[in-house]
């Protein structure tokens, strides 16, 4: 591989693969977990490393490179844990975000964002996110068709990026 | 525009609802899209938003919920359309045709058969809240609910020792105070949910989890 070549590919790994590393060690570990900030910098740098030495021929995506390696830090992970827990607490899936301040005044302003909608499109939110009613259980408590209730959330996103853009 | 079709799963993934199988092909693929990534980042951020800020978005919602004033049939009867209901009975006649026409004449052959309730067999329990760390005693338990008629019984250890259970048909308990009271800063309890078709039998069990209460110093 060129030096260039190989150069590129690092940056990209940081610039793009981090934040997917981050978000998928957090779905795992729970978004609170202190240790998913190490596990995932562990990652990013093991697979710079294991590019540095040729590691990475090409057989499939550098994306799905990636994924296998994070993948398996992650059952590392669950399986110390495990050890020396016995239980390996799950992870909750959406604490309050009170401990970082970014998440709270994000969550803030997506609240206020959501009280400007329609009462058409909080319904759907409400009943699809809040309650955690299956897509097809919402549908039938508006009676609309569940493929109806996906476009009104995915229409519900829309809006509210309008909201917080201006 | 054209949407990749693993779009449909951002949802299912992030509120955990899909198989082991499917979570992994997700995730893999997730790795390779950008657009994906992208949009589950936000829908993230959305579920987020509404799981901590709820109770206070939705005010509305809860008024309009309470107010509905359905009556007792009504309510009752809602959660089936009409022609849902109108195959409904017409699988109940079948089925009392079958019970007490056809299987009678069978008897002498015919093997016992037991009803299962296939909705919660075999699946898993996930609990929500405390899963960690807490920094004040935790009041209120609470873990993903699995069907209708379902009993679930909620079990909190102090090391292997049961200090507190409690059987409810709600996916959430306030625990009393005076057992409230009775736990200690620092230390590491667990807590586990056992869920009961409505025979009584065991139907799901969720992992024990641990949880911490942290000193208040």
Known sequence: ?166 | MRNCKFEEMINEYLLNRLTEDEKSTFEEHYFNCPSCFEKMVERDELIAAIKYKGQEIFKDEYVAESAKGETWWEKATSFLTPKQWATAAISAVLVAVIVFGILPMLKPTSPQFYIYDDAVRGSKITLISPVWESETVPSKFEWQKMGEDVEYKIYIYDKDNVVWNYATKDNSIIIPVNIKNTFVSGKIYSWQVKAFSAEGNLVSLSLKVQFKIHDPE
């Open chain 1, 1 to 166: 591989m060129g030096e260039e070549k190989q150069k590129n590919q690092l940056e990209e790994v940081f610039v793009k693969y981090k934040p997917i590393v981050t978000f998928r060690v957090k779905k795992s570990l729970g978004a609170y977990n202190p240790d998913c900030d190490d596990v995932a910098n562990e990652i990013i740098t093991n697979v710079i490393e294991k590019i540095k030495k040729g590691e990475f021929r090409g057989e499939s995506s550098v994306g799905t490179f990636i994924y296998t390696i994070t993948s398996r830090r992650i059952i590392d992970y669950i399986r110390q844990k495990s050890k020396v827990l016995k239980h390996v607490p799950e992870p909750a899936s959406y604490p309050d975000p009170q401990e970082q301040i970014e998440d709270k005044e994000r969550a803030e302003m997506i609240a206020t964002a959501i009280k400007k909608l329609k009462p058409k499109y909080r319904e759907v939110l409400y009943l699809y996110y809040y309650k955690e009613f299956s897509r097809e259980e919402v549908a039938l408590k508006l009676g609309i068709s569940p493929r109806r209730v996906s476009e009104r959330v995915n229409y519900s996103q829309k809006l509210l990026k309008k909201l917080i853009k201006t």
